[in-house]
């Protein structure tokens, strides 16, 4: 299988001191943090499923770190680095990671579900591809109500295949609504490559069959990716053109931290794209610029150690969401009345409040 890199976008020729200094922050507390979020998840501290970005930081903060704060963002399951990369802060995004009532969706949603309301990420979908018309509905509001923004919807190369796909664009283009879908193409949907599972291994030439304008970009270059999401976001704001971004990058993880990712991979091939590690490449450009420099660099990664760790500790000492409150925060304030009356009993069937297995006096 080939690893060979598509040409390089043009990266934009005014990007600021301070911009570059931001997005390499980013991509140095992404990485960071996804590290230690697979060490506590192999302490137990995490549940359920959990999707890591590492290898996939210039994807995340090429699209996601340069929108407005009038654009809005879907993602996928693996969706850490997407709410960090708008802005939430590490404690939030760790606290509702280890399923704690200070998290970001008060411990209900966990690593697959993150969100951000305020910042105007809604969410990571736990179904493949099931974030794709639920997008094309928000771009459809912001027309409909002549607001200003645009919607960005990510999801993974595996999600190309399914129908929530092309009806998701059809309607798009058909109504000429501001959004632009992007392609996360990591070369796998879980241990499938997409020659394998795609006659069209060039997912962006999809976007053909609905006439909108699709290009392929480097994902491991944080410039071009930006530069890319930028001009398509400013198409879709201004002239209501949906378009299609394909980035392409690598996932140095598994699929999930429960897939060690090297029984369908050839060694040779991982090694191969770690030669091309996003962070270190974008470090790379920087020194070469004359941006930063050892002394930068360590500020940085100190910082975000610090903070990480920061994060950590505020989720080991934040409280467990309350049984009592099973079904706040997940349905509407209409239904509570409806589900007060089965509180005390709900899951265990117990006549009474004072035999709730979870305040055991020991």
């Known amino acids: 299988m080939s690893t060979t890199a598509p040409s390089r976008a043009p990266s934009e020729a005014n990007v600021s001191t301070e911009e570059l200094h931001r997005l390499y922050r980013m991509m140095v507390q992404i990485r960071r943090f996804e590290e230690r979020t697979e060490e506590q998840y192999t302490r137990d501290r995490i549940g359920g499923y959990c999707h890591l970005n590492i290898g996939e930081e210039a994807t995340v903060a090429g699209t996601a770190g340069c929108l407005t704060p009038d654009d809005y963002v879907f993602g996928s399951y693996r969706d850490h680095g997407l709410t960090l990369a708008v802005g939430s802060p590490a404690r939030d995004v760790m ?3 280890f399923g704690k009532e200070t998290g970001q969706a008060h411990g209900r949603g966990g690593s697959m579900h993150l969100l951000d309301v305020e910042r105007h990420f809604l969410g990571g979908w736990g179904i493949v591809g099931s974030q794709i018309p639920i997008a094309v509905g928000a771009a459809f509001t912001l027309d409909y109500q002549g607001l200003p923004g645009g919607v960005l919807c990510m999801f993974g190369d595996a999600a190309v295949n399914i129908g929530a796909f092309h009806e998701g664009l059809n309607l798009a ?3 000429n609504l501001p959004i632009v879908f992007v392609i996360t193409n990591n070369m796998y949907g879980m241990g499938t490559s997409v020659e394998m599972a795609s006659a069209e291994p060039e997912l962006f030439r999809r976007a053909a069959s609905y006439r909108m304008p699709a290009e392929r970009v480097d994902g491991q270059d944080v410039l071009a990716v930006r530069e890319a999401t930028q001009r398509l976001m400013r198409l879709a704001r201004d002239e209501r053109q949906p378009a299609l971004l394909e980035c392409m990058t690598y996932r140095y993880r598994g699929h999930s ?3 060690p990712g090297k029984s369908y991979r050839p060694a040779e091939e991982i090694e191969a794209w770690k030669l091309r590690d996003p962070v270190l490449l974008f470090e790379h450009t920087l020194r070469e610029r004359g941006v930063i420099d050892d002394t930068h660099v360590a ?8 903070e990480v760790q920061d994060a950590i500790d505020y989720a080991l000492k ?4 309350d049984p009592r409150d099973l079904y706040k925060h997940v349905y509407g304030d209409a239904a509570q009345d409806e589900f007060a009356r089965m509180a005390i009993g ?3 069937g117990e006549a009474s409040i004072d035999a709730r297995p979870w305040d055991d006096p020991a």
């Open 173 to 175: 283009a058909i109504w």
């Open 257 to 259: 931290v429960a897939d």
């Open 346 to 348: 709900a899951p265990f």
């Open 318 to 321: 934040s409280p467990d969401p």
């Open 299 to 306: 500020e940085v990664r100190a910082s975000v150690e610090a």
């Open 95 to 97: 606290a509702e990671l």
